[in-house]
């Protein structure tokens, strides 16, 4: 069975930082493609950042370009997002998610197994 689980939100203030990390288990972590939604309340989810199974190349949202960085440590299967520089517009429930393939994909619909999100919520 597989299981994402996220871990690392919180209540933060404009222009603080957090660190996201996602456990996964029950699959093969190091030939998947990870990535990182997230969904804002009346809003679609939408994508945040995407690492390749080697963790050698990444994508990123241009929201989030510069502030945001996706790791993996294949040896831990895990996960991680370092958020910089946040501000109230990043608030939102934010996903993890594993793709079968190992290139990176930034379409929702490409991924194959979801976590249960963890809340992020910057104050102004």
């Known amino acids: 069975q597989v299981q994402l689980v996220e871990s690392g939100g919180g209540l933060v203030q404009a222009g603080g930082s957090l660190r996201l990390s996602c456990a996964a288990s029950?699959?093969?972590?190091?030939?998947?493609?990870m990535g990182w939604f997230r969904q804002a309340p009346g809003k679609e989810r939408e994508f945040v950042a995407a690492?390749?199974?080697?963790?050698?190349?990444?994508a990123y949202a241009d929201s989030v370009k510069g502030r945001f960085t996706i790791s993996r440590d294949n040896a831990k299967n895990t996960l991680s997002l370092q958020m910089n520089s946040l501000k109230p517009e990043d608030t939102a429930l934010y996903y993890c998610a594993a793709a079968r393939t190992g290139d990176i994909v930034v379409r929702t619909s490409a991924y194959n197994f979801w976590g249960q999100g963890t809340q992020v919520t910057v104050s102004s």
């Open positions: 029950g699959l093969m972590f190091s030939s998947c493609a």
């Open positions: 690492s390749n199974w080697r963790g050698s190349s990444a």
